[in-house]
């Protein structure tokens, strides 16, 4: 989280699943080309979703793909609502960086998460432009972020 270009990075959540467990939807299209969007169940997703993580109060981004909603009971009768990204894509001057909680690298031969990554290659190049030089204050842009070198 710390790397991000953000000025409101927010915190990855992770919440124990043992009883309560959040659900994963989908929007149709780009990065889910092809897959089971709106609800992602386990029973097609599988350990793509398995104790993952979710983006929470940091700034929203550009472009969402799939959020987590979690509602668990916190033990006096209340539930808790929360929810967070889960891929996300940011605008950054000329570019994008897009943010995923999905747990995709360490699933390899799982065709969920095979598709997944080549849906995210074959989005970021939808929108490649020509190199173009970076703003004259980036540097102080990045201190700003408290990411600086």
Known sequence: MHWLALKQRGELVYDLE???????????????????T????????????????YFAR??????????????????ADQFNYRDGVMV??????????????LNLIGNPGVPAA?????????????????LQPLPANYETELTALGIGL
């Open 18 to 36: 043992w009883l309560y467990h959040k659900d994963v939807v989908a929007k149709s299209g780009g990065v889910f080309a092809g897959l089971q």
């Open 38 to 53: 709106r609800l992602m169940t386990p029973q097609y997703y599988g350990p793509v979703l398995a104790g993952t993580p």
């Open 58 to 75: 940091g700034q929203v981004p550009d472009a969402i793909d799939a959020v987590a909603i979690r509602c668990a009971a916190d033990g």
């Open 88 to 101: 996300g894509t940011y605008r950054h001057h000329a570019g994008r960086f897009t943010i995923n909680a």
């Open 114 to 130: 095979e598709r997944l990554i080549l849906n995210l290659v074959k989005t970021a190049e939808t929108d490649t432009t020509p």
